[in-house]
């Protein structure tokens, strides 16, 4: 099975710019999450989809957005973009919907915001 | 908030010495997975344990779950410059697909 894939994989954007990335999951998987990694603040959750629609958010303002399609594949989209939100943004999906909450990462999107 | 509290944070040992890392939360978590990641790249999944006191070995990798499922342990054994890398704990709870992540342990093993 392929992997999940994001693109694009770097990203240079200016302040107020806005952004949106994408992910494609492992076929068959459902459930799309996003976090963002920073060397300051680590991995943190942004928000995850499940059936097209948002199930848990992370505390993240309201300029990062997501949503998924009936396919799976999952976009967010980052508003107004400040020099803070240079990072990398990593997609996981999840095959199930259960207790072990495995997830599997994608090789993830560097933004850099000047 | 559900913090998990990785340490050391760095750690530099010479090939062939055997070391261990450790992920402490005072909060309990059904399911703690481990993760690896190299630079550019995102984190590759190593393990998931879910039962309080479950040891998991992945050839030279071995994983423990705590009784309490609160913490968690990596020890490695006679570590190889391929074990290089920084090394993530992810605690998950219930069915929520939410995972909290520990800061990581940078780990460096030198020839």
């Known amino acids: 099975k392929a992997g999940v894939t994001q693109t694009p994989r770097y990203l240079i954007k200016t302040r107020g710019q806005q952004v949106t990335l994408s992910c494609s999951p492992i076929?068959?998987?459902?459930?799309v999450s996003w976090y963002q990694q920073t060397p300051g603040q680590g991995l943190q959750f942004l928000f995850e989809?499940?059936?097209?629609?948002?199930?848990n958010k992370g505390n993240f303002p309201g300029r990062f957005s997501g949503r998924q399609f009936s396919n799976s594949r999952s976009e967010m989209n980052v508003s107004t973009l400040e020099l803070g939100d240079s990072a990398l943004y990593l997609c996981?999906?999840?095959?199930?919907?259960?207790?072990?909450?495995?997830?599997?990462f994608g090789p993830g999107t560097r933004l850099t915001v000047l | 908030t559900q913090l998990l509290e990785q340490s050391p944070q760095f750690l530099s040992i010479q090939e062939g010495e055997n070391l261990t890392v450790y992920c402490n939360s005072s909060?309990?978590?059904?399911?703690l997975q481990w993760y690896r990641q190299e630079p550019g790249e995102g984190p590759v999944l190593l393990v998931t344990?879910?039962?309080?006191?479950e040891v998991k070995k992945l050839k030279r990798l071995t994983f423990q779950f705590g009784d309490a499922r609160k913490d968690s342990s990596l020890h490695i054994t006679a570590a190889q410059p391929g074990d290089t890398g920084l090394y993530l704990c992810?605690?998950?709870?219930?069915?929520?697909?939410?995972?909290?992540f520990g800061q990581g342990t940078r780990l460096t093993i030198n020839p």
């Open positions: 996981a999906s999840s095959p199930v919907t259960g207790f072990y909450n495995e997830q599997f």
């Open positions: 076929s068959g998987h459902r459930s």
């Open positions: 989809y499940f059936s097209e629609t948002q199930r």
């Open positions: 909060s309990v978590f059904s399911s």
């Open positions: 344990v879910v039962t309080g006191g």
């Open positions: 992810a605690g998950g709870q219930g069915g929520a697909q939410k995972l909290v």
